[in-house]
């Protein structure tokens, strides 16, 4: 940034685009999100959306990067000491070659922290998603169940899980692997399920 506004600090709200402030109307450039929090262990930060690209830096180390706006990343920090801790965010919205779209014309490229941040503090396993697909098998529904659990600490944990499902209960349990994600899959058949047909529009 140069210029009258280099190095100045402005507060603003989060999320937003840099370009809703009359002083970055037009700036296309980097810019440097800085906020402290409290905390300590296991944290999980996840970044919903950063315009365009990003390098997050946690206390002064680098410990991510994101390319493209409209997709959400999330870094693990594992014992994290207890104590004030300092989160940067460096947003950049220049062209570059990372994208045939970013070069010179009338395509918008927004700058700034565009969508929400979440910091959360983790025990050493977390389930990092659950999907469910639905098929039809032999006239009945089921529903194809795939859960991720993510072992944060260094060794293999042990897990109990339980998903349900349209009334039906589904229980196993597993181990997760350390530091990684270790999926688990299920299918449950449904019963008393109605389809769903112009004629009969059941929900």
Not at 5 to 13: E, F, G, L, N, S
Request: proline share 4%; hydrophobic share 35%; net charge negative.
């Amino acid at each position: 940034m140069s210029g009258r506004i280099c190095r100045v600090k402005y507060q603003v709200a989060t999320p937003c685009c840099w370009e809703s402030h009359p002083d970055f109307a037009g700036y296309r450039g980097e810019g440097i999100y800085r906020r402290d929090f409290e905390g300590g262990g296991n944290i999980r930060l996840e970044f919903k959306g950063v315009s365009h690209t990003a390098v997050i830096l946690l206390d002064g180390e680098e410990i991510a990067q994101h390319y493209n706006a409209y997709t959400s990343f999330s870094v693990i920090i594992r014992n994290l000491p207890e104590g004030i801790h300092t989160l940067e965010v460096k947003a950049d919205n220049r062209f570059s070659e990372a994208s045939a779209l970013h070069v010179p014309n009338d395509y918008m490229s927004y700058g700034g922290v565009s969508r929400p941040v979440v910091l959360e503090q983790l025990n050493n396993l977390y389930v990092e998603y659950v999907h469910i697909t639905p098929f039809r098998r032999e006239n009945k529904w089921h529903a194809e169940i795939e859960t991720a659990v993510y072992g944060v600490g260094q060794e293999a944990e042990e897990f109990e899980l339980s998903v349900e499902a349209a009334g039906r209960k589904q229980e196993w349990s597993g181990v997760a692997e350390p530091a990684g994600r270790s999926v688990f899959r299920t299918a449950l058949c449904v019963e008393d399920v109605k389809d769903w047909l112009f004629e009969t529009p059941d929900l």
